[in-house]
Nanobody, 123 residues
Framework: QVQLVESGGGLVQAGGSLRLSCAAS????????MGWFRQAPGKEREFVAA????????YYADSVKGRFTISRDNAKNMVYLQMNSLKPEDTAVYYC????????????????WGQGTQVTVSS
């Protein structure tokens, strides 16, 4: 079992930045790909970014490419999402998720989820 806890959300003005963190605990983190998803009110959960275990490969949704950066520190069991040039449409609850093996963009393929952290971008 993997437990995930997100932090770092908050209220920021458009154009600002936030850094989300996800702390993993429980069984070994080794071999797990990590993803960030988000869900806005009335909308389905959508893929944001993912990173594989070795950090050699990352993948981003087109809507955040060039603005968001996913990274991880396996020694600390941490995953990060640096969000720059934030827009009001980035407002959502952001979730950290883990899955064995490679990156996927489909939420149902991730076995473990955090409780989410709210990001609100004002115009």
């Amino acid at each position: 079992q993997v437990q995930l806890v997100e932090s770092g959300g908050g209220l920021v003005q458009a154009g600002g930045s936030l850094r989300l963190s996800c702390a993993a605990s429980g069984r070994t983190f080794s071999g797990y790909a990590m993803g960030w998803f988000r869900q806005a009110p009335g909308k389905e959960r959508e893929f944001v970014a993912a990173i594989n275990w070795s950090t050699s490969y990352t993948y981003y949704a087109d809507s955040v490419k060039g603005r968001f950066t996913i990274s991880r520190d396996n020694a600390k069991n941490m995953v990060y999402l640096q969000m720059n040039s934030l827009k009001p449409e980035d407002t959502a609850v952001y979730y950290c998720a883990a899955r064995r093996d490679g990156i996927r963009t489909i939420a149902t393929t991730y076995a473990y989820w955090g409780q989410g952290t709210q990001v609100t971008v004002s115009s």
